[in-house]
Protein backbone atom coordinates (compact mmCIF):
# COMPACT_ATOMS: atom_id res chain seq x y z
CA UNK A 1 0.00 0.00 0.00
CA UNK A 2 1.79 3.15 -0.95
CA UNK A 3 2.74 5.30 2.03
CA UNK A 4 0.65 8.65 1.73
CA UNK A 5 2.99 12.09 2.44
CA UNK A 6 3.46 13.80 5.22
CA UNK A 7 1.10 16.95 4.41
CA UNK A 8 -1.84 14.71 3.11
CA UNK A 9 -2.00 12.69 6.13
CA UNK A 10 -1.83 15.96 8.45
CA UNK A 11 -3.95 17.67 6.23
CA UNK A 12 -6.76 14.41 6.89
CA UNK A 13 -6.23 14.10 10.44
CA UNK A 14 -7.13 18.08 10.67
CA UNK A 15 -4.46 18.68 13.01
CA UNK A 16 -1.90 21.12 12.34
CA UNK A 17 1.27 21.01 15.09
CA UNK A 18 3.04 23.98 15.96
CA UNK A 19 6.54 24.93 15.30
CA UNK A 20 7.40 23.44 18.48
CA UNK A 21 6.44 20.11 17.06
CA UNK A 22 7.57 20.19 13.87
CA UNK A 23 11.13 20.62 15.09
CA UNK A 24 10.94 17.22 17.20
CA UNK A 25 12.92 14.25 16.28
CA UNK A 26 11.44 12.34 13.39
CA UNK A 27 9.87 9.10 14.46
CA UNK A 28 11.05 5.54 12.81
CA UNK A 29 9.28 4.92 9.43
CA UNK A 30 7.33 2.19 8.74
CA UNK A 31 8.28 0.10 5.76
CA UNK A 32 9.09 -3.87 5.50
CA UNK A 33 12.38 -3.82 7.18
CA UNK A 34 10.53 -2.99 10.42
CA UNK A 35 8.10 -5.89 9.72
CA UNK A 36 9.02 -9.49 12.12
CA UNK A 37 10.14 -12.31 10.16
CA UNK A 38 7.34 -14.16 12.38
CA UNK A 39 4.61 -11.44 10.40
CA UNK A 40 3.59 -11.35 7.46
CA UNK A 41 1.39 -8.55 5.22
CA UNK A 42 -0.77 -11.17 3.61
CA UNK A 43 -4.34 -10.28 2.52
CA UNK A 44 -5.24 -13.10 5.12
CA UNK A 45 -4.23 -13.39 8.35
CA UNK A 46 -3.27 -16.77 10.32
CA UNK A 47 -4.89 -17.70 13.57
CA UNK A 48 -1.04 -18.28 14.79
CA UNK A 49 -0.44 -14.56 13.81
CA UNK A 50 -2.86 -12.71 15.09
CA UNK A 51 -2.90 -15.10 18.62
CA UNK A 52 0.49 -13.27 19.05
CA UNK A 53 -1.00 -10.10 18.06
CA UNK A 54 -3.42 -9.99 20.76
CA UNK A 55 -0.92 -11.63 23.21
CA UNK A 56 1.19 -8.64 22.13
CA UNK A 57 -1.78 -6.34 22.84
CA UNK A 58 -2.92 -8.09 25.90
CA UNK A 59 -0.13 -8.56 28.09
CA UNK A 60 2.93 -5.84 26.69
CA UNK A 61 0.63 -3.05 25.70
CA UNK A 62 -1.28 -2.90 29.37
CA UNK A 63 1.42 -3.70 31.26
CA UNK A 64 3.55 -0.55 29.08
CA UNK A 65 6.67 -2.91 27.99
CA UNK A 66 6.55 -1.99 24.91
CA UNK A 67 9.51 -1.46 22.31
CA UNK A 68 9.13 1.07 19.89
CA UNK A 69 10.48 -1.40 16.95
CA UNK A 70 8.21 -4.01 18.18
CA UNK A 71 5.35 -1.88 18.09
CA UNK A 72 6.11 -0.26 14.71
CA UNK A 73 6.19 -3.68 13.57
CA UNK A 74 3.23 -4.53 14.59
CA UNK A 75 1.11 -1.39 13.68
CA UNK A 76 2.66 -2.12 10.24
CA UNK A 77 0.89 -5.63 10.59
CA UNK A 78 -2.35 -4.66 11.79
CA UNK A 79 -3.29 -2.24 9.19
CA UNK A 80 -2.71 -4.54 6.64
CA UNK A 81 -4.53 -7.40 8.14
CA UNK A 82 -8.38 -8.40 6.21
CA UNK A 83 -10.32 -7.48 8.36
CA UNK A 84 -8.54 -4.42 9.63
CA UNK A 85 -9.21 -4.74 13.71
CA UNK A 86 -11.17 -1.97 15.32
CA UNK A 87 -9.92 1.09 16.78
CA UNK A 88 -9.52 -0.41 20.55
CA UNK A 89 -6.99 -2.83 19.54
CA UNK A 90 -4.75 0.08 17.84
CA UNK A 91 -5.67 2.46 20.88
CA UNK A 92 -4.05 -0.40 23.07
CA UNK A 93 -0.99 -0.11 21.17
CA UNK A 94 -0.90 3.68 20.64
CA UNK A 95 -1.56 4.26 24.17
CA UNK A 96 1.47 2.15 25.79
CA UNK A 97 3.43 4.28 23.09
CA UNK A 98 2.66 7.03 24.10
CA UNK A 99 2.98 5.84 27.79
CA UNK A 100 6.85 5.19 27.08
CA UNK A 101 6.70 9.16 25.98
CA UNK A 102 6.54 8.19 22.24
CA UNK A 103 4.08 11.07 21.26
CA UNK A 104 6.16 11.90 18.04
CA UNK A 105 5.34 8.67 16.96
CA UNK A 106 1.95 8.49 18.12
CA UNK A 107 1.07 11.77 16.40
CA UNK A 108 2.10 10.15 12.82
CA UNK A 109 0.70 6.47 13.56
CA UNK A 110 -2.42 8.36 14.39
CA UNK A 111 -2.64 10.22 11.32
CA UNK A 112 -2.18 7.74 8.99
CA UNK A 113 -4.85 5.39 10.48
CA UNK A 114 -6.86 8.09 9.47
CA UNK A 115 -5.46 8.33 5.72
CA UNK A 116 -6.73 4.40 5.59
CA UNK A 117 -10.06 5.03 6.84
CA UNK A 118 -10.13 4.76 10.28
CA UNK A 119 -11.11 7.43 12.03
CA UNK A 120 -9.89 8.40 15.77
CA UNK A 121 -12.41 7.44 18.74
CA UNK A 122 -12.80 9.69 21.46
CA UNK A 123 -9.65 7.54 23.43
CA UNK A 124 -7.35 8.37 20.72
CA UNK A 125 -8.56 12.03 20.57
CA UNK A 126 -7.97 11.71 24.41
CA UNK A 127 -4.42 10.60 23.58
CA UNK A 128 -4.00 12.71 21.08
CA UNK A 129 -4.63 15.62 23.49
CA UNK A 130 -2.15 14.52 26.18
CA UNK A 131 0.67 14.23 23.68
CA UNK A 132 0.54 17.31 22.36
CA UNK A 133 -0.06 18.55 26.17
CA UNK A 134 2.78 16.39 27.30
CA UNK A 135 5.33 18.35 24.24
CA UNK A 136 3.82 22.09 25.51
CA UNK A 137 1.45 22.36 22.45
CA UNK A 138 -1.66 22.85 24.09
CA UNK A 139 -2.75 25.14 21.45
CA UNK A 140 -2.59 21.74 18.93
CA UNK A 141 -4.52 19.84 21.83
CA UNK A 142 -7.51 22.67 21.47
CA UNK A 143 -7.62 21.89 18.05
CA UNK A 144 -8.04 17.58 18.98
CA UNK A 145 -10.80 19.06 21.22
CA UNK A 146 -12.48 21.03 18.94
CA UNK A 147 -12.61 17.37 17.08
CA UNK A 148 -13.77 15.92 20.04
CA UNK A 149 -17.02 18.60 20.65
CA UNK A 150 -17.37 18.00 16.46
CA UNK A 151 -17.86 14.44 17.22
CA UNK A 152 -20.55 14.83 19.72
CA UNK A 153 -18.51 12.87 22.28
CA UNK A 154 -18.54 14.43 25.78
CA UNK A 155 -15.84 15.15 26.82
CA UNK A 156 -14.67 13.57 30.33
CA UNK A 157 -12.24 14.45 33.47
CA UNK A 158 -9.09 12.85 31.60
CA UNK A 159 -10.20 15.57 28.47
CA UNK A 160 -10.11 18.39 31.23
CA UNK A 161 -7.47 17.12 33.05
CA UNK A 162 -5.13 17.12 29.83
CA UNK A 163 -5.97 20.65 29.15
CA UNK A 164 -5.46 21.98 32.61
CA UNK A 165 -2.24 20.39 32.79
CA UNK A 166 -1.02 21.52 29.35
CA UNK A 167 -1.90 25.00 30.19
CA UNK A 168 -0.19 25.42 33.70
CA UNK A 169 2.87 23.99 31.92
CA UNK A 170 3.05 26.84 30.33
CA UNK A 171 2.18 29.25 33.16
CA UNK A 172 -1.19 30.00 31.61
CA UNK A 173 -2.75 29.28 35.19
CA UNK A 174 -5.94 32.48 34.37
CA UNK A 175 -6.66 30.73 31.43
CA UNK A 176 -6.18 27.18 33.39
CA UNK A 177 -8.71 28.63 35.95
CA UNK A 178 -11.30 29.81 33.06
CA UNK A 179 -11.41 26.42 31.34
CA UNK A 180 -11.74 24.73 34.50
CA UNK A 181 -14.88 26.82 35.29
CA UNK A 182 -16.02 26.00 31.75
CA UNK A 183 -15.86 22.80 32.35
CA UNK A 184 -17.06 22.85 35.42
CA UNK A 185 -20.43 24.55 33.94
CA UNK A 186 -21.01 21.11 32.60
CA UNK A 187 -22.38 19.49 35.14
CA UNK A 188 -25.58 18.47 33.57
CA UNK A 189 -23.30 16.22 31.50
CA UNK A 190 -22.38 13.57 33.81
CA UNK A 191 -18.64 12.79 32.61
CA UNK A 192 -17.35 15.98 33.24
CA UNK A 193 -17.33 15.46 36.92
CA UNK A 194 -13.65 17.21 38.26
CA UNK A 195 -11.34 14.94 40.42
CA UNK A 196 -8.64 15.89 42.95
CA UNK A 197 -6.04 16.27 39.95
CA UNK A 198 -7.77 18.48 38.03
CA UNK A 199 -8.10 20.73 41.49
CA UNK A 200 -4.94 20.34 42.38
CA UNK A 201 -3.51 21.28 39.12
CA UNK A 202 -5.15 24.35 39.06
CA UNK A 203 -4.96 25.60 42.77
CA UNK A 204 -1.08 24.53 42.38
CA UNK A 205 -0.90 27.25 39.92
CA UNK A 206 -2.99 29.71 40.98
CA UNK A 207 -1.25 29.51 44.09
CA UNK A 208 2.36 30.20 42.44
CA UNK A 209 0.84 33.48 40.76
CA UNK A 210 -0.72 34.07 44.29
CA UNK A 211 -4.32 34.56 43.44
CA UNK A 212 -5.17 33.96 46.92
CA UNK A 213 -8.99 34.54 46.51
CA UNK A 214 -9.53 32.45 43.51
CA UNK A 215 -8.13 29.53 45.26
CA UNK A 216 -10.52 29.65 48.14
CA UNK A 217 -13.25 29.32 46.15
CA UNK A 218 -12.21 26.41 44.38
CA UNK A 219 -11.00 24.95 47.76
CA UNK A 220 -14.52 25.29 48.78
CA UNK A 221 -16.27 24.34 45.80
CA UNK A 222 -13.99 21.11 45.85
CA UNK A 223 -15.05 20.39 49.33
CA UNK A 224 -18.22 21.25 48.18
CA UNK A 225 -18.56 18.42 45.64
CA UNK A 226 -17.33 15.48 47.74
CA UNK A 227 -13.98 15.46 46.39
CA UNK A 228 -11.52 15.47 49.44
CA UNK A 229 -8.57 17.55 49.19
CA UNK A 230 -5.11 15.15 49.13
CA UNK A 231 -1.47 16.40 50.38
CA UNK A 232 -0.85 18.70 47.43
CA UNK A 233 -3.64 20.70 47.33
CA UNK A 234 -2.91 21.06 51.31
CA UNK A 235 0.42 21.75 51.37
CA UNK A 236 -0.35 24.69 48.17
CA UNK A 237 -2.97 26.39 50.22
CA UNK A 238 -0.56 26.17 53.57
CA UNK A 239 2.30 27.47 51.11
CA UNK A 240 0.22 30.78 49.47
CA UNK A 241 -0.89 31.43 52.97
CA UNK A 242 2.48 31.50 55.02
CA UNK A 243 3.81 33.39 51.75
CA UNK A 244 1.32 36.19 51.58
CA UNK A 245 3.91 38.97 52.57
CA UNK A 246 2.32 41.60 51.00
CA UNK A 247 -0.98 40.80 53.39
CA UNK A 248 -2.38 43.11 56.13
CA UNK A 249 -2.38 40.76 58.51
CA UNK A 250 0.54 38.30 58.41
CA UNK A 251 -0.42 36.66 61.82
CA UNK A 252 -4.37 36.13 60.79
CA UNK A 253 -2.66 34.74 57.53
CA UNK A 254 -0.20 32.24 59.60
CA UNK A 255 -3.91 31.55 61.74
CA UNK A 256 -5.54 30.83 58.43
CA UNK A 257 -2.58 28.43 57.57
CA UNK A 258 -2.30 26.53 60.92
CA UNK A 259 -6.48 25.96 60.58
CA UNK A 260 -5.29 24.41 57.25
CA UNK A 261 -2.72 22.59 58.56
CA UNK A 262 -5.31 20.85 61.47
CA UNK A 263 -8.07 19.94 59.67
CA UNK A 264 -5.46 18.26 56.85
CA UNK A 265 -3.37 16.34 59.28
CA UNK A 266 -6.53 15.11 61.75
CA UNK A 267 -8.77 14.81 59.02
CA UNK A 268 -11.99 16.16 57.71
CA UNK A 269 -15.10 15.76 59.97
CA UNK A 270 -17.82 16.06 57.21
CA UNK A 271 -16.14 13.74 54.67
CA UNK A 272 -14.42 11.48 57.10
CA UNK A 273 -11.09 11.37 55.15
CA UNK A 274 -7.42 11.69 56.50
CA UNK A 275 -4.69 12.74 54.87
CA UNK A 276 -0.92 11.91 55.73
CA UNK A 277 1.43 14.79 55.74
CA UNK A 278 4.81 15.30 54.60
CA UNK A 279 7.53 17.34 55.50
CA UNK A 280 6.87 19.75 53.22
CA UNK A 281 3.78 20.01 54.98
CA UNK A 282 5.07 21.05 58.66
CA UNK A 283 7.67 22.78 56.83
CA UNK A 284 5.94 26.29 55.95
CA UNK A 285 3.92 26.62 58.75
CA UNK A 286 6.58 25.91 61.19
CA UNK A 287 8.89 28.74 59.35
CA UNK A 288 5.20 31.34 59.81
CA UNK A 289 5.17 30.58 62.63
CA UNK A 290 8.80 31.34 63.97
CA UNK A 291 8.61 34.41 62.01
CA UNK A 292 5.40 35.80 63.81
CA UNK A 293 7.42 34.76 67.08
CA UNK A 294 4.63 31.78 67.99
CA UNK A 295 7.87 29.35 68.51
CA UNK A 296 6.25 27.21 71.43
CA UNK A 297 3.36 26.89 68.51
CA UNK A 298 5.83 25.74 66.35
CA UNK A 299 7.91 23.24 69.07
CA UNK A 300 4.40 21.96 69.52
CA UNK A 301 3.69 21.24 65.39
CA UNK A 302 7.89 20.06 65.00
CA UNK A 303 7.29 17.87 68.18
CA UNK A 304 4.22 16.37 66.23
CA UNK A 305 5.93 15.60 63.24
CA UNK A 306 8.67 13.35 64.95
CA UNK A 307 5.50 11.94 67.03
CA UNK A 308 4.07 11.20 63.47
CA UNK A 309 7.50 9.41 61.99
CA UNK A 310 8.26 11.99 59.81
CA UNK A 311 12.05 13.48 60.10
CA UNK A 312 12.63 17.08 60.50
CA UNK A 313 14.61 18.39 57.48
CA UNK A 314 17.68 21.20 58.08
CA UNK A 315 15.04 24.24 56.76
CA UNK A 316 12.91 22.91 59.79
CA UNK A 317 15.57 23.23 62.01
CA UNK A 318 16.82 26.57 60.89
CA UNK A 319 13.78 27.93 61.27
CA UNK A 320 13.17 27.03 65.00
CA UNK A 321 16.49 28.34 65.42
CA UNK A 322 15.77 31.66 63.74
CA UNK A 323 12.53 31.48 65.84
CA UNK A 324 14.23 31.08 69.47
CA UNK A 325 16.47 33.62 68.17
CA UNK A 326 14.34 36.70 67.16
CA UNK A 327 12.96 36.05 70.68
CA UNK A 328 16.03 36.26 72.56
CA UNK A 329 16.01 32.37 74.35
CA UNK A 330 19.72 32.05 72.45
CA UNK A 331 20.14 29.15 74.89
CA UNK A 332 17.75 27.22 73.47
CA UNK A 333 18.76 28.09 70.21
CA UNK A 334 21.96 26.61 70.78
CA UNK A 335 20.29 23.01 72.32
CA UNK A 336 18.45 22.36 69.15
CA UNK A 337 21.31 23.53 67.12
CA UNK A 338 23.19 20.97 69.34
CA UNK A 339 20.78 18.28 68.41
CA UNK A 340 20.46 18.83 64.76
CA UNK A 341 23.31 16.61 64.09
CA UNK A 342 22.25 13.65 66.33
CA UNK A 343 18.83 13.61 64.57
CA UNK A 344 20.65 12.69 61.37
CA UNK A 345 20.80 16.34 59.80
CA UNK A 346 23.83 18.81 58.99
CA UNK A 347 23.48 22.57 60.32
CA UNK A 348 23.46 24.00 57.06
CA UNK A 349 25.16 27.86 56.78
CA UNK A 350 21.62 29.53 57.35
CA UNK A 351 21.35 27.56 60.56
CA UNK A 352 25.25 28.70 61.60
CA UNK A 353 24.76 32.13 60.41
CA UNK A 354 21.29 33.12 62.63
CA UNK A 355 23.40 31.59 65.86
CA UNK A 356 26.80 33.94 64.93
CA UNK A 357 24.54 37.22 64.60
CA UNK A 358 22.82 36.40 67.78
CA UNK A 359 26.06 35.90 69.68
CA UNK A 360 27.53 38.96 68.26
CA UNK A 361 24.69 41.35 68.76
CA UNK A 362 25.21 40.10 72.64
CA UNK A 363 28.83 40.83 72.30
CA UNK A 364 29.54 37.28 73.02
CA UNK A 365 32.67 37.45 70.37
CA UNK A 366 34.04 34.01 71.55
CA UNK A 367 30.63 31.90 70.93
CA UNK A 368 30.33 33.51 67.49
CA UNK A 369 34.45 32.70 66.50
CA UNK A 370 33.88 29.40 68.19
CA UNK A 371 30.84 28.58 65.87
CA UNK A 372 32.81 30.35 62.75
CA UNK A 373 35.38 27.96 63.24
CA UNK A 374 33.07 24.47 63.85
CA UNK A 375 31.44 25.86 60.42
CA UNK A 376 34.74 25.89 58.47
CA UNK A 377 35.90 22.21 60.04
CA UNK A 378 32.49 20.44 59.19
CA UNK A 379 32.83 21.89 55.56
CA UNK A 380 29.74 24.64 55.82
CA UNK A 381 30.72 26.90 53.28
CA UNK A 382 30.20 30.37 54.43
CA UNK A 383 28.35 33.28 52.28
CA UNK A 384 28.37 36.93 52.84
CA UNK A 385 26.36 37.35 55.80
CA UNK A 386 28.56 34.87 57.56
CA UNK A 387 31.31 37.41 57.05
CA UNK A 388 29.16 40.45 57.53
CA UNK A 389 27.88 39.25 60.41
Known amino acids: MPSSSPATSRTAFKVKPSSSLRNSKKPISLNSENEPSSLHSNSVSTVEEKTKLLKYLSENSKSGEVELNDALCFFNYMIHMQPTPFMPSFNSLLGALAGKKYYVNF???????????????FVSLNILMNCFCKMIGVSDAFVALGRILRKVFSPDVVTLGCLIRGLCMQGKFTEASGLFTKFVAFDCRPNVIPNVICYASIIDGLCKDGFVNKVRVLFLDMKGRGIYPDAFV?????????????????????????????EFVNGNGELGVICHPDVLSYCSIINSLCKDVLVDKAKELFLDMKSRGIIPDVVVYSSLIDGYCLMGRIDDARKLFVSIESEGCIPDTSSYNTLINSYSKIEKVEEALSLYG????????????????
Not at 235 to 241: G, K, M, T, W
Not at 374 to 389: A, C, F, L, Q
Request: proline share 3%.
Open 374 to 389: EMISMGVRPDVISYNT
Open 107 to 121: ICLSERLNTIGLLPD
Open 234 to 262: YNSLIRVYCCAVNWEDAKGNTSAALELHE
